[in-house]
């Protein structure tokens, strides 16, 4: 896996990848992600970004967003602050 996977109308994001951007290990992402600490968004692009797709993960108050194209390949890749972390939904 080059990283990024689309899985029918989602995507697979190899741990490794939040492992880096967040600072933990992988084994600890998935923990984080089991317990609601990690959540995620899935955004389709519309217009000019049709074709494109925005996937941003939170941990506590740090986001790694990632703009990816249909096979997976990571265009953009952004680390920032957020004030608070989107709640999960139920």
Do not use: H
Request: charged letters at 30%; one cysteine or more.
């Amino acid at each position: 896996m080059s990283g990024v996977e689309r899985d029918g109308d989602s995507f697979v994001v190899d741990a490794a990848i939040l492992a880096a951007a967040f600072g933990i290990s992988a084994s600890e992402i998935r923990a984080s992600m089991q317990d609601g600490r990690i959540t995620s968004r899935c955004e389709t692009g519309s217009g000019d970004d049709t074709g494109r797709w925005r996937l941003t993960f939170y941990l506590e108050r740090r986001a790694l967003r990632l703009t990816v194209n249909a096979e997976g390949e990571v265009l953009k890749r952004s680390i920032f602050d957020v004030s608070s972390a989107p709640s999960r939904a139920p």
